[in-house]
């Protein structure tokens, strides 16, 4: 007896990225209601469904899960390069989001984001900005899933806000979308004061929530605030009962080992940027370090004004090389190890491993469909080694986000491209013409 479901995937390869790393040749994803239902060869022939996707020549992964974003910097790319963190930030950025910005921009930005990234294979991304309903908004209509937090500096807080704040009313407004979800995000140690740390802390306490905070991003900011706490950084965060919580720290490149030591045990992950991270000179992460000592950490892209962009497969491939090299062990970060920290990793990064980051039964139809058809990716021996070496995000042909099919053909279905791009170009020219006021 045959079975209705609403989709079906026929793949020539799946890659699980389960915990025993299953491949299934020649087998079909089945699924109904935004989850897989079933995994089971082609020839059994056991569903009907109202979809069918055919993967001839494709590879099914995971959809990419992108564990540290900022959606609405995406018309500031380009604008400011070549310059290191400081003072990218201090004289080009904050200025020019205080010139710029307002919450339709913001919308327009992230949803022009939150398409490139579905276009990069990316389903779920964790955004640090201000004007989260924007960004929700935005991430709604692209078909992309968030995890938005609600960015904290304390010098932009109004009279009387307090972290938390815009976050408790948002939980609620948006409770019946599936797609996004809020937390809470202080931008960094430099930017909020401890008082509003503290309160961060007892909120994500109260709410359970992952608290996502930047942190020892420049060696600089290390200095200052041994010179200030008389403490290393995560010392400071272990101070503030951060080390408590869920946690996903973005960056951590200048972390010492007894840092490592204190996050050992702890459910605090670590969001790592190479691209972002090489251009700014900010450093290099110590992904060995922290992969000896059994910390669990991801592969981001940070938002596009420091990246430049949002292909998180080239930044995979661009990390496995680089830690390779410095390490002086090519055995390092093997591609099937690779391809973890931008799937069940980055999954159990932002606490949502039980839904997420593998492809398996009862989880969410998240999937990242690659094309292998191509001059670049023949002969194939090892999927994997592809995924990490060969491919990149132009490779992504198909992107399924709860079950609905949100890139097809290399199209995005819900967005129409041609007009992002068109409002892109009219906002870089409002955007030269304000900062030349
Ligand atoms: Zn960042």
Redesign the pocket.
Known sequence: MTMHADLIINMDTILTMDKDLRQLDDHQIVVKDGRIIDLCPQEEKRWTASKTLDGTDCIAIPGLINT?S?LPMSYFRGLADDLPLDIWLREYIWPMEAKTLNSSVIHDAALHGAAEMLKNGITMTHD?YFEMPAIADACTKAGLRALIGEAIISARLAEGQKPGDQLRILRQEYRDNPLVDFNLSPHSIYACLRSDLETSVEVAQELDLLLHI?LSETKEEVQTCLNKRGMRPVQYLKELGMLEIPLLI?HGIWMDESEMDLLVGTRASIASCTDSNLKLASGIAPLKGWTDKGINFAIAT??VASNNDLDILAELGNTARLHKAINEDPSFLPAAEALKHVTINAARALGVEESRGSLEIGKDADICILDHNSLCCQPLYNPYSHIVYAMNGRNVRDVVVGGKIVVQGGKLTQVDEAELIAKAKHYGKRILKELSQ
């Open positions: 540290h900022h640090m930047h973005a940070d938002g």
